[in-house]
């Protein structure tokens, strides 16, 4: 099992940045890659991005690029998700995930741990 526990969400205006983490522990040798996925209210969850462990590889969908970096420190099982100019349309609640099989994946049911999730609200 893996857990995972997000934290670095909060209110910030247009524009502004912030940066979320997401700390693994328990048996996380066993996945290859993580990702940030995103709910907002009244919508279905949606990729983010996601990297490797060894952060030799990212994706991005296609809305954040340019102004979200996804970073990982395999020595501190820790997972960043670093988000500058932000818009009102990136409100929502946001998922660290985890996956086994050696794939970057933007489908939801590729992943097979689950965080909490982190609020995050852009005021316009």
């Known amino acids: 099992q893996v857990q995972l526990v997000e934290s670095g969400g909060g209110l910030v205006q247009t524009g502004g940045s912030l940066r979320l983490s997401c700390v693994a522990s328990?048996?996380?040798?066993?996945?290859?890659?993580m990702g940030w996925l995103r709910q907002a209210p009244g919508k279905e969850r949606e990729f983010v991005a996601a990297?490797?462990?060894?952060?030799?590889?990212?994706s991005y969908e296609p809305s954040v690029k340019g102004r979200f970096t996804i970073s990982a420190d395999n020595a501190k099982n820790t997972v960043y998700l670093q988000m500058n100019s932000l818009k009102p349309e990136d409100t929502a609640t946001y998922y660290c995930?985890?996956?086994?099989?050696?794939?970057?994946?933007?489908?939801?049911?590729?992943?097979?741990?689950w965080g909490q999730g982190t609020q995050v609200t852009v005021s316009s």
């Open positions: 990297v490797k462990w060894d952060g030799s590889l990212t």
């Open positions: 328990g048996h996380t040798a066993s996945t290859y890659s």
């Open positions: 995930a985890a996956v086994r099989q050696p794939v970057l994946s933007a489908r939801e049911a590729d992943y097979d741990y």
